[in-house]
């Protein structure tokens, strides 16, 4: 496998940071997998499973503006679900990417609905060639909009404030691998990375946002991963508020994992990357 990152310059500014994967032997015509984080990690999120999935694909692992390496406007109302999808579309076209696969975590995957929707309805901006070809989501947000009690949010808004409550967070509400055992040391640094109107952003309004007005134009193939032990995203959830709005879902329960599977499974969710990814074969 060979790795490299890179700096994406947007059309606004912003520079977003991406990890470029290839596999040893480039495949001829296999699709893209285009690897999109929660809300408070980076490309190293997916750092687990990349390596088990990039023997055979090649993959983009990009951070979300204002986190990890990825530039952000001091902008209050910049770091939406829109200018998330915005910026996808804007790397897909600068790395030309042709044939891709869009998994998503949790916010990753409400951003990841979003895209997909654009481009199966011809409204992306992600160039007429590019084609989708499958969505992964794992633990996904809905697209629908979520409204926290004041209470609620007021504690994300401050879940990533110190290194004490981010650790806190991860370890006992994110994951399950991990309370009692020590993290990989970026899954903190992450959070407490991120700049204060991406942090804010998420609890304030990008939960709240509605994206699904263009969900019934997707038609590819989709993979729904739900944690068996996710108290942020719990299986019925996921089938009401996300499986039901699609026609056709595959629906895997990844066991013994916590909200950030990814992290806590990494083996399991390649495994179902994997074998989805064997379902689509080549473009046509």
């Keep these: 496998m060979a790795q490299r990152a890179e700096f994406i310059a947007l059309r606004s500014g912003i520079k977003i940071n991406v990890l470029v994967s290839q596999p040893p032997v480039q495949p001829s015509k296999l699709p893209t997998i285009i690897l999109l984080h929660f809300w408070g990690g980076s490309a190293s999120t997916w750092s687990l499973?990349?390596?088990?999935?990039?023997?055979?694909?090649?993959?983009?692992?990009?951070?979300?503006?204002?986190?990890?390496?990825?530039?952000?406007p001091e902008e209050k109302g910049a770091y939406s679900i829109a200018a998330l999808a915005d910026d996808v579309e804007e790397v897909i076209v600068a790395l030309q990417i042709k044939s891709f696969v869009l998994a998503g975590l949790s916010m990753g995957a409400k951003v990841a609905q979003l895209v997909a929707a654009r481009v199966c309805s011809?409204?992306?901006?992600?160039?007429?060639?590019?084609?989708?070809?499958?969505?992964?989501?794992?633990?996904?947000?809905?697209p629908t909009p979520l409204a926290l009690p004041?209470?609620?949010?007021?504690?994300?808004?401050?879940?990533?404030?110190?290194?004490?409550?981010?650790?806190?967070?991860?370890?006992?509400?994110?994951?399950?691998?991990?309370?009692?055992?020590?993290?990989?040391?970026?899954?903190?640094?992450?959070?407490?990375r991120g700049n204060v109107w991406a942090r804010e952003a998420w609890p304030t309004y990008a939960m709240a946002e509605d994206v699904s007005g263009g969900i019934s134009s997707i038609t590819v193939p989709i993979l729904v991963l739900a944690a068996a032990e996710d108290v942020v995203e719990p299986q019925e959830r996921v089938k009401t508020e996300v499986c039901s709005r699609?026609?056709?879902?595959?629906?895997?329960?990844?066991?013994?994992?916590?909200?950030?599977?990814?992290?806590?499974?990494?083996?399991?969710?390649?495994?179902?990357l994997l074998e989805f990814l064997d379902t689509l074969g080549p473009e046509v």
Excluded: C
């Excluded at 992306?124 to 989501?137: H, K, M, R, T």
């Design 150 to 192: 004041p209470d609620m949010r007021e504690q994300q808004l401050h879940a990533y404030d110190s290194q004490d409550s981010a650790e806190f967070v991860a370890k006992n509400i994110l994951t399950r691998a991990f309370q009692s055992r020590d993290l990989p040391s970026f899954v903190v640094s992450d959070m407490l």
């Design 122 to 142: 011809g409204l992306g901006n992600s160039g007429e060639a590019a084609v989708l070809q499958g969505l992964v989501l794992v633990s996904p947000a809905p």
């Design 246 to 272: 699609f026609p056709a879902v595959r629906f895997e329960v990844v066991p013994g994992s916590g909200h950030l599977s990814p992290l806590d499974t990494p083996e399991t969710v390649a495994g179902h």
């Design 49 to 72: 499973v990349n390596p088990l999935i990039s023997q055979t694909y090649s993959t983009i692992a990009l951070d979300f503006r204002g986190w990890g390496a990825s530039t952000g």
